[in-house]
């Protein structure tokens, strides 16, 4: 059964730092194409952060670009988000997602999310 | 950046009606690169429709995708009522990849 299980959400200050993580299980983790999403409250939804399966290419939004990392961990079939001078309008439901291909980077696989409250 | 448009932004049908929502790009867009997913108030998005007309996989054949030149259409022939959700086109062509801002089909 796949499965995809954010955790590392919470409250966090103006400035401050979270590391997201996303654990998953049920498929070939390291043959597939990752991405972060995020939702703001009552609003549509934002891509956030890719990352290739063996992790030789990452690409940023601009929203995030400089100051959220991802990085990947094959071997713990976890896919992370270092996530930096957090701003409130950073504060949403943040998913990890993928897909199997390698080439066409849709997102067949999602994760329930995780909530990020940033205060100011 | 590639700017999806979704219209209309909100649509009111009955169950058994047929619902077309549309995703306008603002650039040229390769079929290969569309996808649609369904998300549920509290839930994840789900992949409905990827390449443009291709069905994910346990996706009801009520569901279909096509395109023409910039602008593609998801059609759900005969509203279930599980199907009353928002709906989201996504470009994977290019990064950044981009959503439109959403279309909620609701019950009328």
């Known amino acids: 059964q796949v499965q995809l299980v954010e955790s590392g959400g919470g409250v966090v200050q103006s400035g401050g730092s979270l590391r997201l993580s996303c654990a998953v299980s049920?498929?070939?983790?390291?043959?597939?194409?990752m991405h972060w999403v995020r939702q703001a409250p009552g609003k549509g939804l934002e891509w956030l952060a890719f990352i290739r399966y063996d992790g030789s290419n990452k690409y940023y939004a601009d929203s995030v670009k400089g100051r959220f990392t991802i990085s990947r961990d094959n071997s713990k079939n976890t896919l992370y988000l270092q996530m930096n001078s957090l701003r409130p309008e950073d504060t949403a439901v943040y998913y990890c997602?993928?897909?199997?291909?390698?080439?066409?980077?849709?997102?067949?696989?999602w994760g329930k999310g995780t909530t990020v409250t940033v205060s100011s | 950046e590639i700017v999806l448009t979704q219209s209309p932004g909100t649509l009111s049908l009955s169950p058994g009606e047929r619902a077309t929502l549309s995703c306008r790009a603002s650039?040229?867009?390769?079929?290969?690169?569309l996808a649609w997913y369904q998300q549920k108030p509290g839930q994840a998005p789900r992949l409905l429709i990827y390449?443009?007309?291709s069905r994910a996989t346990g996706i009801p054949d009520r569901f279909s995708g096509s395109e023409s030149g910039t602008d593609f259409t998801l059609t759900i022939s005969r509203l279930e009522p599980e199907d009353f959700a928002v709906y989201y086109c996504?470009?994977?062509?290019?990064?950044?990849?981009?959503f439109g801002q959403g279309t909620t089909v609701e019950i009328k």
């Open positions: 650039q040229s867009v390769s079929s290969a690169y």
């Open positions: 997602a993928g897909g199997w291909s390698d080439y066409y980077y849709y997102m067949d696989v």
């Open positions: 390449g443009a007309s």
């Open positions: 049920g498929f070939t983790f390291s043959s597939y194409a």
């Open positions: 996504q470009q994977y062509g290019s990064s950044p990849w981009t």
